[in-house]
Nanobody, 124 residues
């Protein structure tokens, strides 16, 4: 059973930066695509970024392109989300997700495993 644990969230002022981490355990991380999603209160969970199994291929939501960067260190069983130039509209709970497939997916339904989330609050 895969387990995902996020950390690194917190309050930050607009224009600032945060780095989220997600620790993977229970299976071999090399067999999973890893992604970040986020959810604001009262809204649907939305795709943020995804990385391939080897970390060489990434995809981003248009809203974070050029500001956020996803990376993974398989030797540390960890995936990261570096968030720069944060905006108040980036405020949300951020979730890490894992998919045993091979195609980089942007839909919630594609991901079998989820973390508990970490809150990011950006103040203006």
């Amino acid at each position: 059973q895969v387990q995902l644990v996020e950390s690194g969230g917190g309050p930050v002022q607009a224009g600032g930066s945060l780095r989220l981490s997600c620790t993977f355990s229970g299976r071999s991380i090399y067999e999973y695509i890893l992604a970040w999603f986020r959810q604001e209160p009262g809204k649907d969970r939305e795709f943020v970024a995804v990385t391939s199994r080897d970390g060489f291929t990434t995809r981003y939501a248009d809203s974070v392109m050029g500001r956020f960067s996803i990376s993974r260190d398989n030797s540390k069983n960890t995936v990261y989300l570096q968030m720069n130039r944060l905006k108040p509209e980036d405020t949300a709970i951020y979730y890490c997700a894992a998919d045993a497939g091979i195609v980089l997916q942007r839909t919630i339904q594609a991901y079998e495993y989820w973390g508990q989330g970490t809150q990011v609050t950006v103040s203006s």
